[in-house]
């Protein structure tokens, strides 16, 4: 059995074998950018995730990659900014190539004066700041859900949710129940599951699973009502006279089906050869959505109301309207008899009104200088006008070598080659960039630096399962190299190593050996 410092040697020439063939790869397509994340991790030290996004221009193809975590001895702007400069330094990576920059939204990363993002485009103009699409998202997400009716079926659904999970008693109870049904429509799933604490667009499985499942959780609910423990019977009996409420039935109907467009939008958003002007098509699609959806409030909430009233009978109940009165304050009092109505002016519109306006709100195309570049892309070539493109063109001039009048004849060009192909054009950056070849040099160039935009943080984020797994409660004193060159084996697992190199480095590298004296 080998020695841990020879295990720490071995790791780091692996480590350092697969971050020479990476920065290799990042050097030879020049242009980058950075992506960071922090996490606590079990030995409360604050670890920061470091990750590149660049085009290889060989493969046409976006790709991020993690370099490793670093150690924060401080969270300030200017602290994380000193690391993150060191840190491109001792990768060898030129500043002067950094052309984009992906954090969260926190005060410390966005900061518009003593930000991260502010900082470093003090010492590099060019490296545009892009907040994580996802987060985004979650802050919109989170933001509507601040609705009271909407607030309170998310807390219910995770109490209840924790309530039968966390024992295996009442789980066993469920899982009998359900197992009794053999009717076509049975559930496929059998648990619920429980909500995430932080991201709210991954709730909407918890929701979703809460929903079919519902009237197995009331016949659950009224079985523990009958158990000895008085705890457990009391609990049960006041969860079940909030899931029966028509206000929680209602909002369970409408959160489940405005939530599956945003889910289906998050999963999008993840994806490390996602693009920016991709994205945003994206999220525009959703609010085009969401606003057909309000349109067309009447008839769309008609069906809400029909499937709730649906689940309110297979347990005997009826939607009803909470009793009125001459004056309230602590709630909506419309004045209307008619159930839909009432529901659909007191928790429906509130709700769909509150995410269109965060949606719009948050995804408002700040990057407006350099999105006309989007213009070069076929199918959004008449989206933006021509000295608009060349505007945003300008910026990078210094990456690009030629005039203004240059890049104003490759546009005609370009436009006109495009306009005369009638066959499915290109809809993204990458696919454009395969078909333009170096009769194109400057818009070939405007289309590399656009796909080097980061959008999302996710991949970075993604390291941080790795940092759970690697660093856990067993090993909780482990030495940042040894995390570092686990973690880059462990995530770069697709990358191919010589051994017969690391074999020839580990015998070059000078050690003290101890011999033993055989002399008599």
Known sequence: MISKTIQNEIIDILYKVIIEKIIINVTKNKYFSILCDDTTDISTKEQMTFSVRYVDMEEIQIKEEFLGFIELGSTTGSAIRDTIIKQIECYKLSLKNLRGQGYDGGSNMSGRKNGVQA??????????????????????????????????????????????????????????????????????????????????????????????????????????????????????????????????????????????????????????????????????????????????????????????????????????????????????????????????????????????????????????????????????????????????????????????????????????EWHNIQTMKPDTVIETLKHCDEFFPIIKTLLHLLATIPVTTASAERSFSSLRRLKNYLRSTMGQERLNGLAILNIHKNIPINIDEVINIFSRSSRRIKTEDWSI
């Not at 209840?160 to 008693?169: D, G, I, N, R």
């Not at 920016?276 to 769309?300: C, P």
């Not at 309230?328 to 159930?339: A, E, F, G, S, V």
């Not at 269109?356 to 989007?374: A, Q």
Request: net charge negative; proline share 3%; glycine share 2%.
């Open 119 to 416: 900082l470093i485009l003090e010492d590099q103009p060019l490296a545009v700041y892009t907040h994580c699409f996802n987060h985004q998202l979650n802050l919109c997400i989170s933001k509507a859900c601040e609705v009271q009716a909407i607030r309170n079926l998310v807390g219910i659904i995770g109490t209840v949710s924790v309530f039968l999970s966390t024992s295996a008693k009442r789980t066993n109870i469920m899982l009998d129940i359900i197992s009794k049904d053999d009717s076509i429509s049975a559930p496929l799933k059998t648990k619920l599951k429980a909500l995430c604490a932080t991201r709210w667009v991954e709730r909407h499985d918890s929701i979703l699973t809460f929903r079919e499942l519902y009237s197995y959780i009331i016949l659950t609910l009224e079985e523990l009502e009958k158990m000895p423990d008085s705890e457990t019977a009391c609990k049960s009996i006041g969860f079940s006279a909030s899931i029966k409420r028509s206000e929680f039935l209602i909002s369970l109907e409408i959160v489940a089906n405005l939530f599956s467009h945003t889910k289906t939008l998050s999963l999008v958003l993840q994806s490390p050869k996602l693009e920016l002007s991709k994205a945003f098509s994206h999220v525009k699609n959703v609010i085009d959505v969401m606003d057909d959806i309000r349109e067309n409030s009447v008839s769309k909430f008609e069906t809400y109301f029909k499937n709730a009233s649906d689940m309110a009978a297979l347990v005997g109940e009826e939607i009803r309207i909470p009793r009125l009165c001459g004056r309230q304050t602590t709630r909506c009092n419309i004045q209307t008899t008619d159930p839909i109505e009432w529901y659909r002016i007191t928790i429906f519109l509130p709700f769909i009104d509150h995410l269109i306006s965060e949606l719009k709100l948050r995804f408002n195309e700040k990057l407006s200088e350099v999105m006309p570049l989007e213009g070069l892309i076929p199918t959004h070539i008449d989206k933006y006008d021509e000295s608009n493109i060349i505007k945003a063109a300008m910026i990078y001039s210094e990456d690009w070598s030629g005039q203004k009048l240059d890049i104003q004849s490759e546009i005609s060009i370009w436009k006109k």
